[in-house]
């Protein structure tokens, strides 16, 4: 009597056929081997990410703006009274302001001319006082307030 070949992989050795739905079972990946690390080896760090992160990029923003407004306003203050030298020309900011700004004495803006320019804080009964004294003073204007304190005596532009 003969029996019937086997059925499925004559080559299998003690497999049994999965089940419908079931992964094949294939040789379970050992450590050591590739795409796996050996066991107690260190792990490697992550990628880092792209360098220029939201962060990066508004902290840039905001030290561009900070600049921008500082160096603004220095350009702004440089033709202001309180850099004004005897000899130089003056203009009124603005026909609301009672700031002045410096100006060429050449310019048609030109107002007037300094001619004293004393520190310290004057009232206006002290800051006429002191101008009278100057010859050819016309007016004069006092910086009184924040930052320095300054009474320039002016004349004919």
Known sequence: MTTPPPQGN?????????PYGQPPQGFPQQAGQP??????????PEQPRS???FKKIKNIVVVV???SIAIGGYIASRDDADQA????CLKAASSSSDRMEVVDC???????????KVPGNFISLTAETECRKVKGATGFYAETG??????LCLGDA
């Not at 004559?10 to 999965?18: L, V």
């Not at 310019?107 to 004293?116: G, H």
């Not at 924040?146 to 009474?151: S, V």
């Open 35 to 44: 795409g796996f690390p050996a066991p107690g080896a260190p792990v490697p």
């Open 65 to 67: 703006a900070v600049l």
């Open 85 to 88: 030298k005897v000899g130089d």
């Open 51 to 53: 360098k220029w992160g």
């Open 146 to 151: 924040d930052g320095e304190e300054f009474l």
């Open 106 to 116: 050449s310019s048609a803006e030109a107002e007037a001319k300094v001619l004293k």
């Open 10 to 18: 004559p080559f299998a050795q003690g497999q049994q056929p999965q």
